[in-house]
Each structure stands twice: as structure tokens, then as C-alpha cells.
């Protein structure tokens, strides 16, 4: 993140903590946190998408997807920073109510809402929910009609657009299980359903292509076909949608060398885009809404572990025979499965003292029982690592914690935030005993 710099004898600072108080304060694995940051970014986003569209004369509501990490205290951030959240379950959406974020703020996604997760939302008085399939039209509306107020609903489409970093991550193609197709008539079908509901309000149209996404063009497609939609919907039944949600997808750089999506640069490529397809179809320019995850959290937070085992394996590579070295860490797969999962790269550095320039070709590995368990997959670290020495993974933000496990009856690591030198913990470290106590015998 960008307040991460190295003191003079070489650790790393972060917000004006240096790393070996935090470890040896709070322990290790830890995700560490830039409070500063993580703000900075929430406000960046809602910013440069906020005066791109003022050009076309429409405003923009920026959803913070809490499925990248929330807590009860990113979210009241989030919120603080003039950004609403997006929820994609009942344990999430309870997580923004706790933060204090109002319900109107709050929109609850997911193809599979529970009957008590679609009661609570109403309950909240969300400001929407995104309705994912025909079925889900009458299941909102009949729950709806229980509580005597209307349901403010949004339809999620499938575009056919594919993008996004890997197969498990994009979500627009036809072949998955996200939204009504827009290509197939159930998108439109979708529209005319809830329209015929006097128990739900139709706000709008949402999208959602893809994940990890590095440029606007697929963005800018998606925009395109669901104001196409809209017009269709308005020429047929005079119904204007007031409101196109193009979803998150923002990228990240992990890795040196690797640029970021400028938000700047891809919201005025859009806004121009939005305002330019308007025009072509004689449609009013729409409020606009997006879902940015990773790219508010990703980049604040690194994980910090400490090195334990260090293994030089001689490997058979192409051109021969090299030597690798296998530094083991003490969390892995466990508190990171991204590397597993979607073979996400990495990078690592030595944290706690300035390390020796001499480099070896290096893997970081966790502490569990699998091959696979494999943090930094191709890095090269300070060939005197050692084992006590810090190590600290970046950009891992997003998707960690959220996606941590207990694999091995390992307890998952705090979240700590650091705002002007001080550490706070958002997050405890889970314990044994907080395992054992869901083990009846
Ligand atoms: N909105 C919707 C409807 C989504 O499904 C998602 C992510 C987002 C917003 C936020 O996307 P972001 O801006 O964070 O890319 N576990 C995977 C990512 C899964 C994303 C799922 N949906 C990973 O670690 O890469």
C-alpha cells in the first residue's frame, strides 16, 4: 500500500508502525492493514466516477463489494467515505447493519437467496436487491407482499461478455450460474415479470462481467448491451429504468512491473461511452452504480508471516538443473487460497531487517499437509532469508481473509489496521479453544 516504506535500519514501516512491534505484539500470520489507504482508494474510486458522469449529467452510487473483506469497521469506513455496500448474503449484509450502515445503502445479491435472508433484507429496508432469476422475482415479491412495502429490485443480466483473470472469476459468459441472459429473452422476460408485480419497485439493470479486469472495453461492451435492453424495455412498455449497475471487476497490480486500472481513465471511458450509446438511441443518460472490491482493499493490506523452515530442492528445469528454495511460512493455503485456487501470483520480500541483495529463485510455502500449499509460487528473495526473519506477501487484501479456511484445524489470522502509527485489531485471532468450541465430541 501506499504508506509501506522502509525504516532506516531496512524494516518496513507501515502508517508509522514498523512490522516487528506489530508481530511481536500481535503475532504472526497477521493481515496488516492501512487504514489511510483503504480510504484514500474508497474516495478515488467514488471521485473519478462521480466527475466523469457530472459530464453527462448523471450521478454515480459506488457499492463496496464487502465480498472482498468486510468488518464491521471497513464497512463504516466505506460508508464514511460516501460509498454505499454491496452484500452478497445474510452474514454479510449483518455485518453493514452492525457497522451502522442504513439499509438503503445496502444491496443484497446472490442466485441463491434464502427465503430468511430475502425476509431480512426487506426487514433492513435494503435500498435493493439484485434479482437473479425468474424464480426470484415471485419469491421477492410474494415476501414483499408479507411485510406490506415494496421491494426495491434490480435484474442482473448475463451479457455474453468474458472477462476477467480466470474461468472461476468471470461471470458474464452464458455457461454459469449468474443472472438471466440477455441474448436468450430471459433478461427481458425477467423485466416484464417484475413489472407485472405490484409488490416490486424496478429500479434497474446490473451486470456484473468479471473479475481482476484490466481494461475498459469490457465494460464499455456491457454498458452498451444492457442501454440497449433498456431502450427495448421502454420502446415495448414505455418504462424507463432509472438506474444501470455495471458491477466491479476493477484489477489490481500484484506483481513489480504490473499496472492497475486508473479508475480515472476507465470512468471517463465509460461515462464517454455511456453518454455517446444514450444519444444513438434517444435514451435519457441513467443513474449509474458500480461494485469495486479489490481494488479499494486489495492493495491496503499485506499479510505478514514469520520464516520457519528454509529447504534448498534441487529441481530438473529445462535448461538443466537449478537449486530452489523453499522458504516455509506459518499460515498458507490456509489464510491465502488464491494461489491454489486460481493459480494467483504473488510476490514476497524479507520485512524485518534489510535483507541481503543477492538473490535465489525461491518458493513460499504454508505450513499445511499438500504440495499445493504454495504462497508465492516464483519469487526471487534475498538469498540469506532465514528462519525468524518477517516476510510480508502484498496486495492480499482481497479474497484472503474472506476466503481464509481452518484447513488443519489452523485458526485464522487477525486483521490489523494501522492508522498513524497505531495498530488496531478489526479482526481477533481465531484461538484453539474458538475451534474446539464448535466440537461437541
Ligand atoms: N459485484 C458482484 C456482483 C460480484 O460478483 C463481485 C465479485 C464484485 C462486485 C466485486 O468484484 P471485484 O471488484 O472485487 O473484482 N474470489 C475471487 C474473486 C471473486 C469475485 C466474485 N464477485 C478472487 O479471489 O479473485
Same mark, same amino acid.
Given at each position: ?90 452474514? #454479510? ?8 450502515? &442504513? ?9 441463491n437467496k434464502s427465503d430468511a435472508e430475502i425476509a431480512r433484507a426487506l426487514d433492513a429496508g435494503v435500498g435493493r436487491l439484485i434479482v437473479d432469476s425468474l424464480a426470484e422475482v415471485d419469491r421477492v415479491a410474494d415476501a414483499a407482499a408479507r411485510t406490506g412495502r415494496r421491494a426495491p429490485v434490480m435484474v442482473r443480466v448475463t451479457t455474453g461478455i468474458h472477462a476477467g483473470g480466470h474461468e472461476y472469476i468471470s461471470t ?18 425477467? !423485466? ?6 405490484? #409488490? ?19 465494460? #464499455? #461492451? ?47 471511458? !465509460?461515462?464517454?461511452?455511456v453518454g455517446a450509446v444514450c444519444t444513438e438511441l434517444g435514451t435519457p443518460v441513467p443513474r449509474i452504480s458500480i461494485e469495486p472490491g479489490r481494488a479499494i482493499v486489495g492493495p491496503t493490506t499485506f499479510t505478514l508471516y514469520t520464516v520457519g523452515t528454509v529447504k534448498p530442492v534441487t529441481v530438473e528445469g529445462d535448461d538443466g538443473a537449478f537449486t530452489r528454495t523453499y522458504v516455509s511460512v506459518d499460515g498458507g493455503m490456509?489464510?491465502?487460497?488464491? &494461489? ?73 489470522? &487477525? ?27
Amino acid at each position: 500500500s501506499s504508506g509501506v516504506t522502509r525504516g532506516p535500519d531496512g524494516a518496513l514501516r507501515v502508517a508509522g508502525a514498523d512490522v516487528r512491534d506489530i508481530a511481536r505484539e500481535h503475532g504472526t500470520p497477521a493481515y496488516v492493514l492501512d487504514e489511510a489507504d483503504f480510504r484514500r482508494r474508497a474516495r478515488t474510486y467514488r471521485e473519478a466516477f462521480t466527475r466523469a458522469f457530472a459530464t453527462i449529467g448523471t450521478g454515480v452510487d459506488v457499492y463496496y463489494a464487502g465480498k472482498a473483506f468486510l468488518s464491521v469497521a471497513v464497512a463504516r469506513w466505506a460508508h464514511e467515505e460516501g460509498l454505499r455496500v454491496d452484500t452478497a448474503t445474510g452474514g #454479510e449484509l449483518a455485518v453493514a447493519l452492525r457497522a451502522g450502515v &442504513p439499509g438503503a445503502d445496502i444491496g443484497l445479491h446472490g442466485n441463491n437467496k434464502s427465503d430468511a435472508e430475502i425476509a431480512r433484507a426487506l426487514d433492513a429496508g435494503v435500498g435493493r436487491l439484485i434479482v437473479d432469476s425468474l424464480a426470484e422475482v415471485d419469491r421477492v415479491a410474494d415476501a414483499a407482499a408479507r411485510t406490506g412495502r415494496r421491494a426495491p429490485v434490480m435484474v442482473r443480466v448475463t451479457t455474453g461478455i468474458h472477462a476477467g483473470g480466470h474461468e472461476y472469476i468471470s461471470t458474464a459468459h452464458e455457461d454459469q450460474k449468474f443472472g438471466l441472459s440477455v441474448a436468450g429473452g430471459q433478461a427481458l422476460e425477467a !423485466l416484464h415479470a417484475v413489472l407485472a408485480r405490484p #409488490e416490486l419497485e424496478l429500479l434497474g439493470l446490473h451486470s456484473h462481467i468479471g473479475s481482476q479486469i484490466l481494461d475498459a472495453a469490457g465494460f #464499455e #461492451e456491457a454498458a452498451r448491451t444492457l442501454l440497449r435492453l433498456r431502450a427495448d424495455l421502454h420502446e415495448g412498455t414505455g418504462y424507463l429504468l432509472g438506474e444501470v449497475d455495471l458491477g466491479g471487476g476493477y484489477g489490481v497490480a500484484y506483481l513489480p512491473g504490473e499496472t492497475p486500472v486508473d479508475p480515472v481513465e476507465v470512468a471517463g471511458r !465509460l461515462a464517454a461511452t455511456v453518454g455517446a450509446v444514450c444519444t444513438e438511441l434517444g435514451t435519457p443518460v441513467p443513474r449509474i452504480s458500480i461494485e469495486p472490491g479489490r481494488a479499494i482493499v486489495g492493495p491496503t493490506t499485506f499479510t505478514l508471516y514469520t520464516v520457519g523452515t528454509v529447504k534448498p530442492v534441487t529441481v530438473e528445469g529445462d535448461d538443466g538443473a537449478f537449486t530452489r528454495t523453499y522458504v516455509s511460512v506459518d499460515g498458507g493455503m490456509s489464510d491465502n487460497l488464491r &494461489p491454489a485456487l486460481y493459480g494467483a501470483q504473488y510476490t514476497a520480500t524479507v520485512a524485518s531487517r534489510a535483507a541481503a541483495t543477492d538473490t535465489a529463485r525461491s518458493r513460499v510455502v504454508g505450513k499445511h499437509c499438500e504440495s499445493g500449499d504454495i504462497v508465492v509460487h516464483d519469487v526471487r528473495l534475498a538469498a540469506d532469508v532465514r528462519p525468524g526473519d518477517l516476510l510480508a506477501v502484498p496486495v492480499t487484501g482481497a479474497y484472503g481473509r474472506s476466503m481464509a479456511s481452518n484447513y488443519n484445524h489452523v485458526p485464522r489470522p &487477525p486483521v490489523l489496521a494501522v492508522t498513524d502509527g497505531v495498530v488496531r485489531v478489526l479482526v481477533r485471532r481465531e484461538t484453539e479453544d474458538d475451534l474446539l468450541a464448535l466440537d461437541l465430541g
